[in-house]
């Protein structure tokens, strides 16, 4: 039954549901509307069924024959889909790009690069949030074809890493937490009195990783950093986060900083492999690291 029906056909039912009429339909189509009849009676035929109900002084579609139209506009769209896709593949564009982003870093600084891919081609953009090591590993798996994280001692050859900048990430607490009552708060020791706020590694296979947890210490592990910046402002536990999330916070007085020496700085990079580049790959790469120019220090 499949091989009778033909994708000029479907055209031809979408758009005489869209136009509402066979009239409409056949100047849409630049078709004579006995044309479109004849088209349609000869599909009811080889299908053997009722497309139209011809009863009223309007032909609307049956059960059948609107089921027919749903289920054709599916395969319509997905031989546009099709086309466009192997279009973008012969000029050199990805269909797909994945960028991966180590939860330190604000996604919302990466949206100018979802307009401006769009206009260069239809690749489809992708983020994902890692955290510590499974941030390496989606690169090293494919999960990820463009890598934004603190970089690691080492790094395979194949690996392209470009140094991006600094970031700071400072210590904070709920404005009532009592780490704040003592002289030296960061101490390790005065710390370690204290519950933890660490979002889990998301490394499938490698070991997962922690940063500023001590041994011993009371742990409180969530699966996102949105979820990790909740936690510290209900009083939760204390944690580093990166400065530029909480700056808000800082000023509204809904988190304090620990201590007079709160600020750490780590590095950020960009990071992919450089034996599998495309078009959209290597545009994301020079967009990325103009954007971040202007974030980082």
């Not at 044309?35 to 069924?49: F, G, I, N, P, W």
């Not at 749903?70 to 997905?78: F, I, N, P, T, V």
């Not at 959209?280 to 202007?294: M, P, R, S």
Request: charged share 25%; hydrophobic share 45%; aromatic share 6%.
């Amino acid at each position: 039954m499949s091989r009778l029906l033909s994708f000029e056909a479907l055209m031809v039912l979408d758009a005489i549901e869209r136009r509402g009429s066979f009239a409409a339909a056949s100047e849409e189509l630049g078709r004579a509307p006995s044309s479109l009849s004849y088209q349609v009676q000869k599909l009811e035929q080889d299908l053997d069924l009722v497309i139209f109900d011809r009863s009223g002084h309007k032909a609307v579609f049956t059960k059948a024959g609107r089921l027919l139209l749903e289920r054709g506009r599916l395969l319509l769209s997905a031989a546009d889909e099709m086309v466009s896709d192997a279009t973008a593949l012969a000029h050199g564009w990805e269909l797909e790009l994945t960028i991966a982003y180590d939860g330190l870093v604000r996604l919302d600084l990466m949206f100018p690069l979802v307009e401006g891919l769009a206009k260069k081609s239809k690749t489809r953009l992708k983020f994902r949030e890692e955290i510590l090591a499974g941030c390496w590993e989606a690169l090293a798996q494919d999960r990820a074809d463009i890598l934004i994280a603190p970089p690691p001692s080492v790094a395979p050859p194949e690996v392209k890493i470009q140094p991006l900048g600094k970031m700071d990430i400072v210590w904070v607490a709920h404005p009532d937490h009592p780490i704040h009552q003592h002289k030296d708060p960061l101490d390790p020791v005065i710390r370690q009195q204290y519950r933890g706020i660490a979002v889990a590694d998301t490394a499938r296979n490698l070991p997962p990783m922690t940063h500023n947890i001590l041994e011993e210490q009371p742990l409180l592990t969530v699966s996102s950093m949105y979820d990790k910046l909740n936690a510290l402002r209900a009083g939760l536990g204390i944690a580093t986060i990166p400065a530029c999330f909480i700056q808000d916070d800082l000023a509204a007085g809904t988190l304090v900083m620990i201590g007079d020496n709160p600020v750490r700085e780590f590095e950020l990079a960009l990071a992919w492999n450089r034996s599998r580049m495309g078009k959209a790959k290597t545009w994301a790469i020079q967009q990325l690291e103009q954007l971040w120019k202007k974030h980082l220090n």
